[in-house]
């Protein structure tokens, strides 16, 4: 039967398939436009198949915060190739997808959600078929606050949320500046209290094997180790890391500069590893 151009638009522009894709998919379902979508996604789904083992390590990694800035979400969407990465229509999708996660919060509930007439997971299925890559999301966090922000970094590889105790005025950009600090500094956790107890214990015990290859006497180990681990703390928890802007001070200091009550409460950051 005869397909028309307009027909092979129509079902490109829901898909985002290639124009012979479509009317091959038209073709096949006998110019029935939701049977030829299903049709793509069965492909997209036999691709998803045959590259699930394959790394998804570029991507787009975005963050977004409602509009009384008191919830936000962190979504990468991965891919195999910073080509496919850079792609708008591919960047499009990402900013579509992070959007509508901000309506969710867990994982689960988004990749269930609703996009455009089919499930997220369905639509990281059809896009793979779409696209020859592996499409999924690789990072989904959310946080909550009395005041949130947003940091993006260029090139969309990396992407933080910093929350903070109350509404100031300088709020949104003591909250943009703290969540520069997390992108580029990568703390494992807020404060002390945030950090792991078996990471503590390690890095104890590579600090008392060090000291030990020194010489330093069994007896003095403890209090050196506690010291180091003070150290540790200092270079690795966003509120005790020296401000990137001025070193002169902590982010914990730098906060408490624009107002004294002000206090940061969380952060979460997504990169593309």
């Known amino acids: 039967m005869k397909i028309t151009a307009s027909e092979v638009n129509k079902l490109r522009q829901s898909t985002g398939a290639g124009m012979m894709d479509c009317k091959k998919a038209l073709v096949e379902a006998e110019g029935d436009f939701d049977k030829a979508v299903e049709i793509l996604r069965k492909k997209g789904q036999k ?12 991507g787009a990694v975005l ?6 800035q008191t919830s936000g979400v962190v979504v990468s969407l991965n891919c195999e190739t910073d080509f496919v990465a ?5 960047l499009e ?31 990281l299925t059809e896009q793979t078929g779409v696209i020859g890559e592996k499409i999924e999301i690789g990072g989904f966090k959310r946080l909550e606050a009395p005041f949130v922000g947003a940091y993006i970094h260029a090139g969309n590889k990396i992407a933080t949320l910093v929350g903070l105790s109350s509404v100031v005025d300088q709020a949104a950009e003591v909250a943009k500046n703290v969540a520069m600090q997390a ?15 078996s990471i503590v214990e390690k890095e104890i015990e590579i600090a008392k094997d060090q000291l030990r290859q020194e010489g330093k006497p069994e ?30 001070m902590s982010v914990d200091q730098y906060v408490k500069s624009v107002d004294a009550s002000l206090e940061v409460t969380a952060f979460a950051r997504v990169a593309l590893v």
């Not at 691709?47 to 570029?58: C, G, K, T, Y």
């Not at 963050?63 to 009384?68: E, G, I, S, Y």
């Open 47 to 58: 691709v998803a198949a045959n590259r699930a083992d394959r790394e998804s390590s570029e």
């Open 63 to 68: 963050a977004k915060v409602n509009k009384d």
């Open 86 to 90: 850079k792609n708008d229509a591919y």
């Open 93 to 123: 999708l990402a900013e579509g997808l992070a959007n509508l996660a901000l309506n969710h919060d867990t994982l689960e509930a988004f990749l269930a959600a609703d996009y455009n007439g089919m499930s997220v997971a369905d639509k």
């Open 183 to 197: 992108a580029a500094m990568n703390p494992i956790a807020l404060n002390e209290e945030g950090v792991d107890a």
């Open 219 to 248: 007896a003095m180990l403890d209090n050196i180790a506690k010291g180091k681990l003070k150290r540790f703390f200092k270079d690795n928890t966003l509120v005790n890391q020296d401000y990137i802007k001025d070193s002169k």
